[in-house]
């Protein structure tokens, strides 16, 4: 092959690295003015989530290798013991335990209270305003007042569930009904947001499939068994993972219904309220910063768990 031949092989292949490297730098370019102007809207929120999120965390990493106290004075580097102490102290595990044990109540039930009351609100014909008010509305009280509300419902002697049922049960005095009736509590206030991700759900499913099916002569289980529980799979995916996340760190409704207490016989002692307990009553803010991390830890795993598990079912469907 000549020199003028092979010079002219290379004009494509040199054409199309100027081309490439052209478009490279064009978007480089259009991204660095993107980010210039966009950076000034973002930059209040990037600076109190460092201020709020990241400088916390990393401080609280740091604290859990000490032997800090809540007045921050004489911090000495520990290393791992307030992680060995953590792992053998049986309160962390008891307490761990009744988060576990709220958790595995209170998602399935609000799961298909959830559905079932989307169902009703979809299907109703009259008032469907009234029922969507209705069961969203506790969702907007605060934590206290919800707490507080049960609380005296659940007061022996004067509260209404004992009187309207005509018996005489110790909600509030009971190990063995004690964290049942924070699960009651915690059912009727939260969840109205599941109900309305369900709702929403629900009127995103077309019409012509419900149309479709009853041509074909299916009934009504064999549509809500084939058509709304297919299409809502994802929906509940999400609500079973939201409700495990919010599960696990209870705090309030148990606190304040049994007036700052672990409740009877410490049956109600959430792991959230015994690291408060370690930091903010024993003063120990190393040691509590240690069980933090490993509940953030616990916490971390089931939503990645959460995300690899969707991922799979992801790449299964296609």
Known sequence: MSTTSAETALVPARTRDIAVAGRTDSLRDRMGRRLQHGGWFIAPFLALFVLFVIWPVLRGVYLSFTDANISGVGANFVGLDNYREALDDPLVWDSLGHSAYFTLLVVPCITVLAFLMAMLAHHIERAKWLWRLCFFAPFLLPSTVAANLW??????????VDHVLGIETPW???????MPAVVICTLWWTVGFSFLLYLAALQAIPDHLYEAAKLDGANAWHRMLHITLPMLRNITGLVV?????????????????????????????TFVQYTLEEGFTSYRVGYASAISIIFFVIIASVAFARMWLLRKREEGAR
């Open 151 to 160: 609380q005296w419902l659940f007061n022996p002697g004067t509260g209404m």
């Open 172 to 178: 509030l005095t009971d190990k063995a009904y004690a």
């Open 241 to 269: 993972a939201l409700q495990i996340l919010a599960s696990l760190q209870v705090f309030d409704q148990a606190v304040v219904m049994y007036d700052f207490q672990p409740g009877p016989e410490e049956s109600t002692r």
